[in-house]
C-alpha cells in the first residue's frame, strides 16, 4: 500500500506546487517510487514546475473517464528515475472529479507505488477536498503571515473533520507544518511572525523551514524542481524536509540570520 | 532621528507580535465554531424570535454557548433583557 500525501494550504500562492515538486523528487531520489498527482482541474501547473509540460498526452480525467490508461497517462520523469507526474486536467468542469473515480486511480496507483503525493488546488472547496480526502498525511505549507495562517487552520480543520480518516473514526491524518518563504533577517526585525510563533498558534509538529530564496523562482523558471539546487537553501531545506519525513533526525537550518564575514562587508556584497 | 523618537519607536510592539495576537484571537474564535454543531446557529437565531415576541432586543444581547465535558454537553443560554 502507498502511503499518500496531500500538500495543501487553504490559500493561493504559498508554494504548495513547488513542494509537492521538491518533496516528490526528494522521496524518488531517496529510491522510492513515487508519483504526484496534479489536482489542480482547470489550473494545471506541476507540469510546468516539473518541466514536462511538452510531454502531456492524456491527463487524470482522462484516466478516470477510461480514456486512457494509467501507463499511457503517467509522465515518467527525466531527471530523476523512480519519479512519475500525473498531470491535471485543463478542462473547465468543476466536477471531472469523482470521489469513485478518484479512488480507483489512487487505489491503482497503489499497487505500484510507494508515495503518493496529492498537489492541492487552493481553497478549500471540491478540488480541495478532494486531494485531501484519501490522505494519509498532510503537509500544511504555510507562509508567516496573517492569511496564510489562518487558512492553514481551516485546512487542519477540514482535515480533521472531512478526511476519509476523519469520516471512518480511524487514526487521523498525521500533520505537517512546513513554513516557506521565511526571511530571518525580517523575522530579527519583528516585521515577520517567527516559526515559534506560527508554531505555537497552528499547533502542529514542523516538518521543515524553506527560506525565502531566489532559487525557487530561477528553478521553476527552468522547469526543475528546486530540491535538485542542491547550492541553494532552499534546495538544501527541502532535502532536510523530506529526510525528515522519513523518519531521519534533523537539525532546523536557516532559521538565523547569516553573519556576514569580514571579507563580504568588505566588498558589500 | 532625535534622541525622543529613538526611544518612541522601541515602546511601540513590533508588527510581527500584532500579527500574532490578532492570529491567536481570530483562530481561537474559528475552532470554537467549529466544535460546535450546526445547529447551535440556527437554533441561536429561532430562540431570538421567540424572545423578540415578548421584548425587543438585539441580536448580541443573546449569547448561546455549547460546553463539552468528557461525559456531557452543557448548553449554556444567556438573554439580557432591556430594564
Redesign the interface.
Known sequence: MAKIIVVTSGKGGVGKTTTSASIGTGLAKRGHKTVIIDFDVGLRNLDLIMGCERRVVYDFVNVINGESSLSQTLIKDKRTPELFILPASQTRDKDALTEAGVEKVLNDLSKDFEYIVCDSPAGIERGAQMALYFADMAIVVTNP??SS??DS??IL?ILQ?KSRRAERGESPVEEHLLLTRYNPER?E??????VE?VK??LAIPLLGVIPESEAVLKASNQGSPVILDEESFSGQAYDDAVARLLGEEREHRFLEVQKKGFFKRLIGA | MSIFSYFRTQKKPSSASVAKERLQIIVAHERNKRTQPDYIEKMQREILQVIRKYVDISDDQVKVNLDNNDECSILELNVTLPE
Open positions: 503571515e496573517v495562517v489562518r487552520d481551516r480543520g473533520s523575522v526585525n519583528g516585521e515577520m511572525l517567527s510563533d505555537d498558534i
